[in-house]
Structures are given as structure tokens and as C-alpha cells.
């Protein structure tokens, strides 16, 4: 039987948010009920460039970085194309008035974990928020999924959608909510769909793309998460880890491949 909106537990989003957060928010509240967000402040870009130049080496991260700066400064460019993706696929990409929000300095700060405790929510849905330490998590005492704009474990980590248009890879432009572990996207699949890049579609505008095709499935699996029906699916995929591309790897494929 299906739950109505009145008698299930609440639903928490954890997030650092952004427009394609939003429309996922919004699609969920539409169809379960009100969802309390818990907003996480980003981290500051001196500590994200230590922990890449720690993990990749500093060519990496100065080249991430120089990516990063160059999709910023187009960023103006691009707002048409985002404003009428957003018009023509009925996204609802800012907070509704009166959405509950709780502001918080990380994902895994105690002040989190407060909120998550006094709401004491059926589910918790990451999106777009920091890796949970192992110590947080555990103290979560219901479902925690995450929403994904990659193909899991294909295309696990940063920008899975771009990835998968970059290796030549176009089936596999998609999204996942899987169940969330230690690991970086490693936890059980629960849901994943697949779309296609519009014409005028860059890394500024795949994550919104994807979204438009997605808001169904984070319905679903919030919604079976609260039913007490979590059961995975193996999607019999290769496993990778991506990070964020170079300036010059980005540059080289989009005069390339066309794939901006």
C-alpha cells in the first residue's frame, strides 16, 4: 500500500545545494510531502586545492582548478541555456517559500547530526554535500541513500555525466540514488536512468539535464526507503573513480569531440 503524506516519518536532504538540488527537492516534496534540508556552507576553495594537489598531485589540481575558473567565467555565458532548460522541463530550481532549511557547517559537523536526531527522519537523501566520515553515518539511525549525476560504479566521483560523454560512452549519460557506504558512490544501486545531452549542453548544464531526467527516481527510492523496501540491483559495471578534468584535458576534447 502506498504511503500517504501524512502518516510516514520525515524526509531529510542533506546538501550544499545549487539549482539541480533544488529541482530534486522540490520533486520530492511535490510527490511525499515537506522535506526538511539540512545546508552544508562549501568548503573553502584554498582546502578543496590542498586535498586534490594531497590525492592527485599539484599538476592535477592546478589544472582542475584552471577548468573550474574557465566554466566560472562562462558561467554568464551559459545562463540563457540553463534558464530555458530549466523553463522547458518544468524545473523548480530555488527553495519553495517556507521550505525548512538548516544551516549547518558540514555534513559531518554534530550540529548535522542534532538536526537529523530531533527530526528523526525515515530516510536521509544526500545530494551534492561532502563524503560522510564513517562515524557519522553510523550514527544515522535510518536509510541513508545518495543521488548521483553519474552511472554507478562506472562513472563514480566528479562530473559522471561529462565523463561518460568525454570516453565516447553516450549510452551511459545517466544518473544513480544508491545506498551510501564508506566509499566514494560504492554503495548498493537502488535506481538509474539514462538520457541524452541537448544541443548547447556543457559541464555547466549536465547536471541540470540530468536532474530533469532523475526527479522520478529519487521519488522512488525515497519513497521505498520509507515503505521498508530497500533491495539493490547489480548493474554489472566496471568501477572507476573521476575526478574533475584538467583545463587543458577539458579543452583538448571539447575542440576534439565537441564534448564541452
Known amino acids: 500500500m502506498a504511503l500517504s503524506k501524512t502518516n510516514q516519518r520525515p524526509i531529510v536532504v542533506v546538501t550544499e545545494g545549487g539549482p539541480h538540488i533544488w529541482a530534486i527537492v522540490n520533486a520530492v516534496a511535490d510527490q511525499l510531502g515537506p522535506v526538511s534540508v539540512i545546508l552544508e556552507a562549501p568548503e573553502s576553495k584554498k582546502q578543496l586545492l590542498l586535498a586534490r594537489a594531497r590525492r592527485q598531485g599539484w599538476t592535477s589540481a592546478i589544472g582542475q582548478l584552471g577548468r573550474m575558473v574557465l566554466t566560472r567565467l562562462g558561467k554568464r555565458f551559459f545562463a540563457g541555456h540553463a534558464a530555458r532548460l530549466a523553463a522547458g522541463q518544468k524545473l523548480q530550481t530555488e527553495p519553495k517559500p517556507g521550505q525548512k532549511i538548516i544551516y549547518v557547517s558540514s555534513a559531518n559537523a554534530p550540529e548535522c547530526l ?140 571539447g575542440i576534439r569531440n565537441g564534448v564541452w
Open 114 to 253: 542534532q538536526a537529523i536526531a530531533e527530526i528523526q527522519p525515515g530516510v536521509v537523501l544526500l545530494a551534492g554535500c561532502r563524503l560522510l566520515s564513517r562515524q557519522t553515518l553510523a550514527k544515522i539511525p535510518c536509510p541513508v541513500l545518495n543521488y548521483h549525476a553519474g552511472i554507478a560504479p562506472k562513472y563514480r566521483g566528479m562530473n559522471g555525466g561529462y565523463w561518460a560523454l568525454a570516453s565516447g560512452d553516450a549510452e551511459n549519460f545517466g544518473t544513480t540514488v544508491h545506498l551510501v557506504d564508506a566509499g566514494v558512490d560504492t554503495g548498493g544501486v537502488l535506481r538509474q536512468t539514462r538520457g541524452k545531452p541537448q544541443p548547447g549542453d556543457t559541464i555547466s548544464s549536465y547536471a541540470l539535464r540530468q536532474a530533469a531526467f532523475s526527479r522520478d527516481i529519487c521519488v522512488e527510492a525515497v519513497r521505498d526507503a520509507l515503505a521498508g523496501k530497500v533491495g539493490t540491483v547489480d548493474p554489472g559495471l566496471p568501477s572507476k573513480q573521476w575526478y574533475h578534468p584538467t583545463v587543458w584535458f577539458y579543452l583538448w576534447t
